[in-house]
């Protein structure tokens, strides 16, 4: 809306800002907020963004939209002293342990006390202690820090089209938790972290393996390897007051040597793998019209959405470990034996954007003898600290070089990092892969851009290939609903959980926007082109690995330690309901699978049909009829267990088999 | 490991009808949901009308009835834990109010309800008695001020409640109990 505005007496000419802080921003004033996000839905709860109008009304800045000839007031005695009281009741009901906190340093909350020069809480100190939920590979959750901004609430829902979390109970006992109280581990979190890059407190934080890294760098006994993951080099020196988006790898690089770190390398270099092996397995698919639209999978928080949420699609996945895995698996596999050390005295460690890579790293699949293939996951945020706590001056750090042989890459493997950046290094290669015969053609600028949802069709070989990009997990939802119905169709789609990819993952800096994000793609796109090579194929340490260890993209053995396996996941841990009496001993249970896949394939009109014969055969009491939430294998439902053996595909037509094998199980009792 | 099922404890159906019993109202609940066509503004209508069948909302009706309505069961828990009238925990087979209202209240209810948790063995924090026969809620006015302090148990109300008047109609719950077994 087009006219002018008075902020603090100024006038401020409108140009569609969307609420009175985008005005205030204009005018030089930066309103305190807790609950507003200008990516999320709004919510107006926290009435630290009070301004007083020329009325003398008091509103919220961010849900009252500007207004041509509106008069703003954002420092008067009446909002001061309603933000100071707002800010200590949230003080008074915060366990206020700054030192100790995760988020110390980085906090919204303390920010906004010490802005707001908060020298006393009026209103007490809180007393209880609610346990800390640490079951979460990648997040930590305090409720005694949650000030209930809601905004976590919202990221998920909104973002990522999920809903781990929302307010539970009422009056003073309001949470903000997963359902029915249960850990984070019990419920359907994909580990993306977006919640805790929006909480504005300690109340969810990513958990550090800092002091594990530290062990291993300081046991004398192990060799500690690193790996850099694309986006964090260009945001690390965001926190020393560089520009985001300022590439300082060598600076990084010359820090991890300072701490004793063996050999520092380039994940980088493991994606110009995953380009070689993704892409050949596409070119594949297509040829043979198989398991198409082929979905990347580096996302491990996609990843594990679909074995949650799209079971029957699994299949479409790649099955292409992520650049970390891959890179995790050959320095246990294969580069541990150069070194002439055994997998379990190898520490491999990670440094990425990403809290979902925590989880990732622990899955069982990813393990050699014995030993996992990544050890530990750092966060940008982890190694920020590290290098604080070794005392560096980073930004005057003297550039070093990475090590060899996993320290060089194609500017394929560096875009990686942003939204877009798989499915045009996978364009850069498909050419060659598929005809052996160089493109000219570097840039794909159609797949690159800012949209949560973007399409391009591009010609490879003669075949025009259709692709979806697209970031967010509701996005993706959405996108998966469109195939599912018919209503969409591609032949490679990528997806990445974080806005923008990888550069807004939330283990980066604390305080990235959409700005910031926007940035540090820019510091992507400037590195890719500034390297000699720029497509995966080019990249030498790639022909030399194929060589050495792996033979050809998809044969054997790259097969055994480049690729991975994918199975349902239930979303929610809960008890099965016991259909007929309980408490006394039946002689055989059968659990019939009301989880969402099976129930909308009619599991309850097998519940009920198989109720009917039990009766009509007098059964009832020699078997425990349940329901049960999801075994795991939604893909071929409705699922059945008699005993312990479970049938599948089972339809409603079907019953009668099902009864057979109880009746079976009774007679061999 | 499957949950008692609360139905089953209710009196005076007989052993053979009980498998049935349950599917009924398994299939009561997709009924529900029927009824409001799955639509998720009418989650609290459809959570009133799943409690007054199961006399509880059990977790896993829950997350199924999130499922079935394509919303997230954290939500599902939040509308359920944030509304006084619904329970998440299996409630006794007698559900024992006192009323705490003002009129109550100056009356001496809190010694009636000393008196029932004292009777019933219920321990300080506990709702319900651990072999589901009871559970003691307090409530905010009953609306028969007139005879407080008041005291509901299941649809029952028993008016002008002292501490030996409330324990003897326990007495006699108890006792009707240990006859049926
Ligand atoms: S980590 Fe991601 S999926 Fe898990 S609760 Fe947070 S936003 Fe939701
Ligand atoms: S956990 Fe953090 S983001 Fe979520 S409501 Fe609490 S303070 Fe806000
Ligand atoms: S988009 Fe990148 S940073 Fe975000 S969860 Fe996926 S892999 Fe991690
Ligand atoms: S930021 Fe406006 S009310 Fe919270
Ligand atoms: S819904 Fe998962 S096994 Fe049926």
Same mark, same amino acid.
């Given at each position: ?37 200008? @990516? ?57 342990? *700054?030192?100790?906190? %995760? ?24 007393? #209880? ?32 089209? #999920? ?15 997963? !359902?029915?109280?249960?850990?984070? &581990? ?8 977006? *919640?805790? !890059? ?5 109340? +969810? ?46 600076? +990084?690089?010359? &820090? ?44 491990? /928080? ?35 034996? @150069? ?49 604080? @706590? ?6 005057? +750090? ?7 042989? $996993?320290? $060089? ?62 970031? =967010? ?70 022909? /030399? ?54 129930? +909308? ?30 075994? %795991?294998?939604? =893909? ?20 009668? $088999? ?12 | ?97 006192? *009323?705490?209202?003002? !009129? ?78």
């Amino acid at each position: 809306m087009a006219g002018t505005m008075i902020v603090d007496g100024k006038p401020v000419e409108l140009n569609g800002e969307k609420n009175i802080l985008e005005v205030a921003r204009k005018a030089g004033v930066e309103l305190p907020t807790f609950c507003y996000h200008s @990516e999320l839905s709004v919510y107006g709860a926290c009435r630290m963004c009070l301004v007083e109008l020329g009325n003398g009304q008091i509103v919220a800045g961010c849900s009252t939209p500007p207004r041509p000839g509106l008069e703003v007031k954002t420092t008067t005695p009446r909002v001061q002293k309603i933000r100071k009281m707002a800010l200590e009741l949230m003080l008074a009901n915060h366990d206020r342990d *700054c030192t100790t906190c %995760e988020k110390n340093g980085n906090c919204k909350l303390q920010d906004l006390a010490h802005r707001f020069g908060i020298r006393q809480v009026r209103f007490g100190q809180r007393d #209880i202690k609610v346990d800390i939920d640490d079951s979460s590979p990648a997040l930590v959750r305090d409720p005694n820090k949650c000030i209930l901004c809601g905004d976590c609430v919202r990221v998920c829902q909104e973002i990522q089209g #999920i809903g781990v979390l929302d307010f539970a109970h009422r009056g003073s006992e309001m949470t903000v938790t997963p !359902a029915f109280g249960k850990e984070m &581990a019990e419920v359907d979190c994909v580990n993306c972290g977006q *919640c805790a !890059a929006v909480c504005p407190t300690g109340a +969810l934080v990513v958990k550090s393996q800092v002091e594990e890294v530290w062990q291993a760098l300081h046991d004398p006994q192990k060799t500690v390897i690193v790996q850099i993951a694309p986006a964090v080099r260009v945001a690390v020196g965001e926190t020393f007051g560089l520009e985001p988006g300022e590439n300082t790898l060598g600076k +990084l690089t010359a &820090a991890l040597r300072q701490m004793g770190f063996d050999k520092i390398f380039d994940t980088s270099f493991a994606a110009d793998l995953t380009v070689m092996e993704e892409g050949t397995e596409f070119l594949t698919r297509l040829k043979n019209g198989e398991n198409l639209p082929q979905f990347t999978s580096c996302c491990p /928080a996609w990843v594990k959405y679909t074995e949650q949420y799209c079971p029957e699609m699994l299949d479409h996945l790649s099955t292409c470990r992520s650049p970390q895995q891959m890179f995790g698996s050959l320095a246990k596999k294969y580069y541990a034996k @150069e070194l002439n050390i055994k997998p379990g005295d190898m520490v491999v460690v990670s440094i990425m954007p990403c809290t979902a890579k925590k989880f990732e790293a622990q899955r069982p699949e990813f393990v050699t003898e014995g030993a996992q293939d990544v050890d530990f996951v750092l966060t940008t945020q982890e190694v920020v600290q590290m290098i604080r @706590e070794s005392g560096l001056d980073y930004p005057n +750090l003297e550039s070093d070089s990475l090590d060899m042989p $996993f320290g $060089f890459t194609s500017g394929g493997g560096i875009i990686f990092g942003v939204t877009g950046g798989v499915s045009e290094a996978v364009l850069r290669a498909a050419h060659y892969l598929l005809l052996g015969e160089e493109l000219d053609q570097v840039n794909f600028t159609e797949v690159r851009g800012t949209e949560g949802l973007r399409e391009a069709e591009i010609d490879v070989g003669g075949t025009k290939v259709r692709l979806a990009i697209v970031y =967010g997990l509701a996005q993706a939802k959405h996108l998966l609903e469109e195939l599912k119905a018919g209503r969409a169709d591609y032949h490679l789609v990528e997806v990445m959980a974080c806005p923008s990819g990888c550069v807004g993952g939330a283990g980066q800096p604390v305080g990235t926007n959409a700005e910031i994000r926007s940035a540090r793609a820019q510091g992507i796109y400037t590195a890719d082109k500034a390297q000699q090579l720029r497509k995966s194929y080019q990249n030498p340490l790639i022909e /030399a690995v194929y060589e050495k260890w792996l033979g050809e993209p998809n044969g054997e053995a790259a097969h055994t330690a480049l690729h991975t396996t994918y199975s349902e996941r239930r979303r929610i841990q809960g008890d099965s309901i016991s259909l007929g009496e309980d408490g006394e001993a039946k002689q055989v249970e059968v659990a019939v699978c009301v989880g969402t896949c099976c129930y +909308l394939k009619g599991s309850y009109d097998v519940l009920q049909d198989l109720g009917r014969r039990l009766r009509g055969a007098h059964l009832e009491e020699d078997v425990d009829l349940k329901a049960t939430f999801c075994f %795991e294998n939604c =893909g071929s439902g409705i699922n059945v267990k008699v005993g312990d053996t479970l049938y599948s595909g089972i339809s409603p037509a079907k019953t009668g $088999f099902i009864f057979d094998k109880i009746t079976e199980a009774l007679q061999s009792k | 490991m499957a949950k008692a099922w609360p139905m089953a404890q209710t009196e005076n159906h007989s052993k053979e009808e009980h498998g049935g019993q349950q599917e009924r109202q398994f299939a009561k609940v997709n009924e529900i949901i029927a009824l409001y066509e799955a639509d998720e503004s009418a989650l609290i209508p459809i959570l009133q009308k799943v409690q007054e069948e199961y006399r509880y909302l059990p977790e896993e009706i829950l997350t199924y009835i999130a499922t079935a309505l394509g919303i997230s069961p954290a939500t599902v828990y939040g509308v359920a834990t944030f509304y006084a009238q619904f329970s998440l925990d299996p409630l006794g087979k007698y559900v024992v109010r006192v *009323c705490d209202g003002t !009129a109550c209240h100056v009356r001496r209810s809190q010694a009636v309800l000393d008196a029932i948790r004292k009777k019933v063995g219920l321990a300080s924090g506990e709702k319900t008695t651990q072999d589901l026969g009871f559970t003691v809620e307090t409530v905010s006015c009953l609306g028969a001020c007139g005879l407080a302090p008041v005291v509901m148990i299941n649809d029952h109300v028993y008016g002008n409640m002292t501490p030996e008047a409330i324990t003897e109609i326990l007495d006699t719950l108890e006792k009707r109990e240990g006859d049926a077994k």
